[in-house]
């Protein structure tokens, strides 16, 4: 047993050697990588933003300029990241990182520009799970719907246009998936009617967010 103590020993510590090597190597692989990330996520929130709100009417950098939406609203409590669009200063839109909690599999998530008159200046769909070939027509590589609700507006609190044809309003639905286009016209008009109401507060608050 003796014998084999100094063998043991040098394995141990060539395992020991070893396990630091490749702890050292995942670090360095991370620190190298963690830059390339924050800016490939910076851009593509660009690019996000940028489709809802057109780049030529602000001269702020949105995804820095943005705030974390208060929770108090049980009504609105699916509000996540507020973007605020500003030209000269002057407020001029904001794209609200938001969620439809009742599509057909689960939480849509959707980003939805509004513009300072309560106009919706654009809608994407951020993140689903939606049937392929039915729901996932939210999607605008699959389908141009959800570019419907550019320009429209939420004309008193009895606005019953904002429903989808079947339930007697203006945005059509999809063959065979109507729960899907019905969670996210639902959702737009609320994020909408949640903009009016809280409209001084979303751009006056100090920004408290962001790809730094």
């Known amino acids: 047993m003796s014998a084999l103590a100094p063998a043991i020993n040098k394995n141990a510590k060539l395992l ?7 702890t050292a190597a995942v670090s360095l692989v991370h620190l190298l990588t963690k830059s390339r990330i924050e ?3 910076q851009q593509q929130l660009i690019r996000q933003l940028n489709e809802t709100i057109d780049e030529n009417r602000h001269d702020n950098a949105m995804f820095r300029d943005c705030i974390i939406a208060p929770q108090g609203d049980k009504e609105n409590s699916s509000v996540d990241v507020i973007y605020r669009a500003r ?28 513009n300072n008159d309560g106009s919706v ?3 994407r769909t951020l993140l689903h799970k939606e049937t392929p070939g039915l729901g996932d027509k939210i999607e605008l590589r699959k389908s141009d ?3 419907k609700f550019s320009d429209k507006k939420v004309i008193g609190e009895n606005d019953n246009r904002w429903a989808v044809i079947k339930d007697g309003g203006m945005f ?12 996210v016209v639902k959702t737009v008009r609320k994020t909408v009617d949640y903009f009016k109401a809280n409209q001084d507060v979303i751009f006056n608050t100090e920004s408290n967010c962001g790809i730094k």
């Open 16 to 22: 020991m050697l070893f396990a630091v090597a490749c």
């Open 39 to 41: 800016l490939q996520a």
């Open 87 to 114: 030209m000269n200063n002057a407020p001029i839109a904001a794209a609200i990182k938001t969620a439809a909690p009742d599509g057909y599999n689960g939480n849509i998530e959707l980003l939805i520009a509004i």
């Open 121 to 123: 200046s654009g809608v």
């Open 145 to 147: 719907w959800i570019t």
């Open 172 to 183: 059509d639905q999809f063959t065979g998936a109507t729960i899907t286009p019905r969670a």
